[in-house]
């Protein structure tokens, strides 16, 4: 990591001191031989008048390619900076997915310039794919792909797609259509390469379509991909009619995105996707603020219960001592058991009908780790504290029947959540150890006042 640090400073270094010296031909000779991924990595180090003189050398192909690299303000950016006739041949090279992902980023005069330099056809199609609601198929598919008639043969559809083809997102696969454009089958590059020439797609298609509708949720499509090993994936509208497809680097970023947004309501956030160093002290306290203030007022109870057993703290004052171990350690089996179980559910591993089946298993997981728990704690508490027998049993009791507690609700409330359609995430830390904390004084009090004989 550190190495590869290294290089990209010494090849900006480099770069820059090429600029300064007006030696032109050296930067494109060095472009010409990076990867496009690498290139916008220099292009972000660099000044924005710097990045775009460098991003006007590059070839059209590799330009649009380092374009829709980059983040939405240095498109922004470009876009604002150069020409019409530059806008037309970045608009060109890019594909209609990566096209509309960039538009919606975008303030209206930039898409209203966009729009403005593409023709009446590309035009129309871009305003149908941004009409498609946000984390849906639909916004996220192309529509550029191969697609074939039953009746062609092998010779006529490798002639059609030598055709094409140089301006589909992929060719891996190829899509039969009726005449009404109805998905019926598909057919891979491979199978149209080892086939007989004279063989029809009819013969040919894999009628076993794994398909989804354009209105179908970002998150049903990456569960459709890592579940069948998916390159890419035909969208269809309500009709089943053929109107554009999923390719995989689509799907990497829904994953990518999915994970922040668990990541940030994990940790009582409002999601943003919006990188952190660009994101305003304001906004960052709006996002945070409405679960705290969320989490404080539900602290309540916690409170609530420590005043209705001011008697008993009153009469052993050495109970208070062992409140926040208590606390903690139930809310960190609660967390734990959430986390599988959010996991498990993401991954389709569980669902509403296997409930009782992961209360039954926290629950003996709770049982296990719990008595080694209250065995340690209490062999520490009659070393180490100054405490009687009794103490140290209301103690290790509390702690033994918390972490169990923890443990079922912990795997219970997110199966509960995904049932009523809340997503579980929610569920994670801060909501159990907000629960957990006023449910593990409130036994450990009883527990104390019973053991202790205190009225």
Same mark, same amino acid.
């Given at each position: 990591m550190e190495e590869t640090k290294v290089m990209e400073e010494t090849l900006r270094d480099t770069v820059e001191r090429s600029l300064?010296?007006?030696?032109?031909?050296?930067?494109?000779?060095?472009?010409?031989?990076?990867?496009?991924?690498?290139?916008?990595?220099?292009?972000?180090?660099?000044?924005?008048?710097?990045?775009?003189?460098?991003?006007?050398?590059?070839?059209?192909?590799?330009?649009?390619?380092?374009?829709?690299?980059?983040?939405?303000?240095?498109?922004?950016?470009?876009?604002?900076?150069?020409?019409?006739?530059?806008?037309?041949?970045?608009?060109?090279?890019?594909?209609?997915?990566?096209?509309?992902?960039?538009?919606?980023?975008?303030?209206?005069?930039?898409?209203?310039?966009?729009?403005?330099?593409t023709d009446e056809a590309t035009r129309k199609t871009i305003n149908q794919l941004l009409q498609y609601p946000d984390d849906s198929a639909g916004s996220l598919m192309t529509t550029e792909f191969v697609d074939l008639k039953k009746e062609m043969t092998v010779k006529e559809a490798l002639e059609h797609i030598r055709k094409t083809g140089v301006d589909k997102e992929t060719i891996n696969n190829?899509?039969?259509?009726s005449p009404q454009r109805k998905l019926e089958g598909t057919v891979?590059?491979?199978?149209?390469?080892?086939?007989?020439?004279?063989?029809?797609?009819?013969?040919?298609?894999?009628?076993?379509?794994?398909?989804?509708n354009t209105l179908d949720d970002q998150e049903r499509s990456a569960y459709l991909f890592r579940k069948y090993d998916l390159l890419s994936m035909p969208v269809v509208d309500r009709e089943q009619r053929l109107v554009g497809i999923i390719t995989i680097d689509d799907i990497v970023d829904v994953i990518e995105q999915e994970n922040t947004e668990d990541f940030h309501k994990?940790?009582?956030?409002?999601?943003?996707?919006?990188?952190?160093?660009?994101?305003?002290?304001?906004?960052?306290?709006?996002?945070?603020?409405?679960?705290?203030?969320?989490?404080?007022i539900s602290a309540t109870f916690t409170g609530f219960i420590i005043r209705s057993f001011e008697g008993t703290l009153s009469q052993v004052a050495s109970l208070t001592a062992y409140m926040p171990m208590?606390?903690?350690?139930?809310?960190?089996?609660?967390?734990?058991? *959430?986390?599988?179980? #959010?996991?498990? @559910? $993401?991954?389709?591993?569980? +669902?509403?009908?296997?409930? !009782?089946?992961?209360?039954w298993k926290e629950l003996r997981v709770g049982a296990a780790t719990a008595f080694l728990l209250a065995v340690v704690n209490f062999i520490r508490i009659m070393i180490f504290d100054s405490v009687t027998i009794?103490?140290?049993?209301?103690?290790?009791? *509390?702690?033994?029947? #918390?972490?169990? @507690? $923890?443990?079922?609700?912990? +795997?219970?409330?997110?199966? !509960?959540?995904?049932?009523?359609?809340?997503?579980?995430?929610?569920?994670?830390?801060?909501i159990i150890t907000t629960i957990l904390d006023a449910l593990s004084l409130f036994i450990y009090f009883r527990f104390a006042t019973s053991i202790l004989g205190i009225a």
């Open positions: 300064q010296e007006n030696r032109y031909a050296d930067i494109r000779m060095l472009l010409l031989d990076m990867n496009y991924v690498d290139i916008e990595v220099l292009l972000s180090e660099l000044q924005p008048d710097k990045m775009l003189r460098i991003f006007r050398m590059l070839p059209k192909e590799t330009a649009a390619e380092v374009f829709t690299e980059m983040d939405s303000d240095m498109q922004q950016y470009i876009i604002e900076s150069i020409t019409d006739s530059e806008v037309v041949r970045i608009m060109d090279e890019l594909f209609m997915d990566d096209t509309v992902d960039f538009l919606e980023e975008m303030p209206a005069n930039v898409v209203k310039r966009v729009l403005k330099s190829c899509y039969v259509v891979s590059i491979r199978t149209l390469i080892l086939s007989q020439p004279d063989a029809t797609m009819e013969e040919l298609m894999d009628t076993n379509i794994k398909y989804i994990m940790a009582a956030m409002t999601p943003s996707e919006i990188p952190y160093l660009k994101t305003g002290v304001f906004t960052l306290a709006k996002n945070r603020v409405t679960w705290l203030l969320v989490l404080m208590l606390m903690g350690t139930a809310g960190n089996a609660g967390a734990q058991s *959430s986390t599988m179980i #959010i996991r498990s @559910l $993401a991954l389709k591993e569980l +669902g509403f009908s296997d409930i !009782l089946k992961v209360m009794p103490i140290a049993l209301a103690v290790c009791l *509390s702690l033994f029947c #918390i972490v169990c @507690l $923890a443990k079922v609700i912990g +795997g219970m409330l997110p199966v !509960l959540a995904d049932k009523i359609h809340v997503d579980p995430v929610l569920m994670a830390s801060p």
